[in-house]
């Protein structure tokens, strides 16, 4: 019988995206607690840090997962001959609002960011990062409401919704003077 | 002057996201306080850049002058005076644009950070191709499909149609919807239940499988008949069995626009 922390390092090796302590625990032995699942977890996440190794095991979208660290992608994306996933401006900003505001109707978008999001809207959603959450039914046509997607979560590395900054946490970030932001 | 001929490439490079963008470049520019924006400056300028914006895309145009006709009324708003009631300060006109501002100021900076973090498959990866978006998770086991699902299935249905077509071609008349309709009725009084695929197999073109599925989900509509479907992907066999022989229906005359 190998040890459980043994067991826990290769399912997160083999797998295919994050997984979490539920589906850990379910591969790894009959009736074991997610609390010792996460104890070898966190185990394997110190000593993964203290080798300095080129990857890192992560918290991300509710489960972990092996990554690469930043200073990579160059070599990577040679190796791979593909150039670096990147959302335009308008996307990235739309993003943010739906991030934030969510769940949010295309017009309220359209009113903060002061311009038509249709096509934008449509390219988040075809990226997988937003979905429509539900209708709005105290609204005349029961408009769209959007929010984001666990893909979301995985392509910024954030754990759940809980780990954005809020918006307070970024503004004591920047100068007060909302002037030098841009 | 040379700012100027920078404008102009800065505008018809479609570096501003839109007129909310625009001003607090400009805001920032003139190194004013966004709470106390000297309208005449800023609004005099807006106005020169919106002269020198291509105008050829009406859609942001459009938002662009609407937001040229705000800030002239603000403008003039400015000059009338105020009233003042007792107790309470004036009211300034330029709060209408303060505000949104300050909120698009917010998501921007809210977007910068997001932009800085690791993001997947730009800054970081993860092992394999990664192509695909981690598991799909069903919800109490109800179907979790988007629109896409949808017209991914119907280009599936519509190429199979192609591909099953005969040799020998005949031109054959049209049907409408009404009476795609009525046959698929009185189909259904008589065998109960069936299938959308045993309801196409005998259309001669994708004119006709439309035309079924139009009826179709007219019949669903008035409650004549209901549908169910099985899995996910199980677009073409999704099945259908009466439910209201009485339901009332559009007459065939109404449903005839083809």
Redesign the interface.
């Known amino acids: 019988m190998l040890p459980l922390k043994t067991i826990v390092e290769g399912l997160l090796f083999v797998a295919d995206g994050p997984l979490s302590l539920e589906k850990l625990a379910e591969a790894a032995a009959d009736n074991i607690s997610t609390e010792s699942i996460e104890q070898e977890v966190e185990s394997l996440i110190n000593e993964y840090d203290d080798l300095n190794r080129a990857f890192s095991l992560s918290l991300v979208a509710g489960g972990y997962q092996f990554r690469t660290k930043p200073g990579l992608a160059p070599y990577v994306l040679r190796l791979k001959k593909k150039t670096a996933h990147t959302l335009s401006r308008s996307a990235t900003e739309t993003l943010a609002v739906i991030a934030y505001r969510q769940p949010i109707l295309r017009a309220e978008v359209e009113k903060i960011r002061g311009v038509d999001s249709g096509g934008v809207i449509r390219t988040l959603l075809e990226k997988d990062l937003i979905k429509i959450t539900r209708r709005d039914d105290n609204l005349p046509g029961r408009p769209m409401l959007y929010g984001t997607t666990d893909r979301f979560l995985e392509t910024y590395g954030l754990s759940d919704l809980k780990a954005l900054p809020t918006v307070e946490e970024i503004e004591k970030l920047e100068p007060k003077d909302t002037r030098t932001l841009f | 002057m040379p700012d100027s001929l920078h404008i102009t490439l800065e505008v018809q490079d479609g570096i501003y ?5 625009l001003l ?2 400009l ?2 520019k003139n ?4 709470n106390d924006i000297p309208m005449s400056l800023i609004t005099g300028q807006y106005l020169e850049y919106l002269d020198l914006m291509d105008r050829t895309d009406l ?2 145009a459009g ?1 662009f002058l609407v ?1 040229a006709a705000t800030l002239t009324n603000i403008k003039s708003r400015l000059l009338l005076p105020r009233l003042e009631i007792e107790g309470q300060p004036a009211e300034d006109p330029r709060e209408e644009l303060t505000g ?1 501002l ?14 800085q ?12 191709e ?1 192509e ?4 799909i998770s069903f919800i109490d086991n109800r179907i979790q499909s ?1 629109l ?1 699902d949808l017209i991914q299935a119907w280009h599936e249905l519509a190429s199979r149609q192609e591909k099953e077509e005969t040799l020998l071609q005949f031109k054959i008349e049209t049907k409408t919807i009404g009476q795609r309709l009525a046959e698929i009725r009185a189909y259904l009084l008589e065998i109960k239940s069936s299938n959308f695929r045993e309801l196409v197999r005998q259309s001669q073109n994708a004119l006709e499988v439309a035309l079924s599925f139009l009826a179709i989900l007219e019949l669903a509509r008035t409650g004549f008949l209901r549908l169910y479907q099985q899995t996910e992907t199980d677009f073409t066999g999704p099945r259908m069995w009466l439910a209201d022989p009485e339901a009332k229906t559009l007459e065939p005359e109404q449903l005839d626009y083809r």
Do not use: C, W
């Open positions: 996201e839109g007129p909310l963008d607090l470049h805001i920032d190194k004013v306080d966004i859609d942001a938002d937001m949104p300050l909120e698009y100021a917010q998501m921007k900076s809210v977007a910068q950070v997001l932009d973090r690791p993001v997947l498959n730009r800054d970081v990866f993860t092992r394999g990664n695909e978006a981690g598991d988007t896409f």
